[in-house]
């Protein structure tokens, strides 16, 4: 795979004038991207932006890894690989799951808890003749993240950068629904999380929602009941949030399955949500802030080059 490039074109401005080669040129250390690089990227060009929550160990990173070693293998859900501010990142949490590691079994380290959101970036391109590069943002609410969040009003205000994500995915841990004493509570983790960034007004009225049950393979290797448990839980969301999300949905992965590949009739899945998660609805097409003015809660260094890039949008013929 082609090593991410040191410094992008702006393939958002095809036509921009270049006006004189910068004294500074921003270089990435690779690793995941805080939320001033974060900035960066999305005002360099539009970027997408996917958040996935869930409780601890519910299966985030194991969704980022396996949608980057996806890519890595050659075309996934209609995009390749197109470059990457944070490579080193993706290989830090694939490590574990390769044999390069002598670990006996696939594995995802452990994310280390911070009260800060990180975030991962994929340009992609689509396989189509002539398709045009665009960029994607994936974050992941740590569990220790989102346990603070969910405890209180203010310090689920202060994961403001929901409020621009195009797709929030709420995972619901698999390992727990097929376990009975561990079902129930699974079920309400899942449920609270979305009901703390609604009454935060944290979910643009265009942002798609999922409820994502990962793990699907230990469910259905759980028997019947289980399954029964998820289908009734499905129907719960939807007459507890359908009324409250315009863009609300369902969906089951396994993004790491631990029975051998081809149980049952199940696909994994991966690649159907990838799609849904990176299909820009209608609303929100443009993926970027608008021009006018910058947000009011950016930092300095985000107003600075908010305010550069929209200048230079505006000379954009
Ligand atoms: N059987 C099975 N196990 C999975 C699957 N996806 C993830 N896991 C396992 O679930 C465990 C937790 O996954 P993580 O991706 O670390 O979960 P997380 O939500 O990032 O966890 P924290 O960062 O600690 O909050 C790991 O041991 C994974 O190997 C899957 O599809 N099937
Ligand atoms: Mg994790």
């Not at 619901?172 to 899942?190: F, I, K, M, Y």
């Amino acid at each position: 795979m082609a090593d991410a490039p040191a410094a992008e074109t702006t393939d958002s401005v095809p036509n921009a004038p270049v006006a004189e080669v910068p004294a500074f040129v921003d270089l990435y250390a690779g690793t995941e991207l805080g939320a001033a690089d974060a900035e960066a990227v999305t005002l360099r060009s539009p970027a997408h932006l996917v958040v996935l929550a869930g409780a601890a160990e519910s299966g985030k990173t194991t969704v980022l890894g396996s949608i980057y070693e996806r890519l890595n293998q050659g075309p996934f859900a209609g995009f390749q690989f197109a470059g990457s501010r944070s490579l080193l990142g993706f290989e830090q949490i694939c490590h574990l799951n390769r044999l390069a590691s002598g670990g006996t079994r696939p594995d995802t380290p452990r994310t280390v808890p911070s009260d800060e959101a990180v975030y991962y970036h994929l340009a992609l391109r689509g396989t189509e003749p002539g398709a045009r590069r665009r960029h994607l943002l994936l974050s992941a609410i740590s569990g220790e993240l989102f346990r603070l969040a969910k405890n209180s009003r203010e310090d689920c205000e202060r994961l403001t950068f929901l409020h621009r994500a195009n797709t929030i995915v709420v995972l619901v841990d698999g390992a727990r629904l097929a376990v009975p004493a561990q079902r129930t509570n699974a079920q309400s983790e899942a449920s609270s999380i979305l009901d703390s960034f609604l009454d935060a007004k944290m979910v643009g009225s265009q942002c798609r929602v999922e409820f994502v049950v990962s793990k699907l393979d230990l469910v259905v290797d759980a028997g019947q009941p289980a399954v029964d448990f998820l289908n009734r839980a499905e129907e719960k969301f939807e007459a507890r949030f359908r009324g409250r999300v315009g863009n609300l949905g369902f969906r089951r992965i396994a993004a790491r399955p631990e029975v051998a590949p081809g149980y049952g009739t199940l696909a994994d899945g991966l690649a159907d949500a990838f799609v849904s998660w990176t299909t820009t609805t209608s609303g929100n097409q443009v993926d970027v802030w608008p021009l006018d003015a910058p947000p009011s809660n950016l930092r300095e260094f985000g107003k600075y080059g908010w305010r550069h890039f929209a200048q230079s949008r505006r000379e954009t013929p």
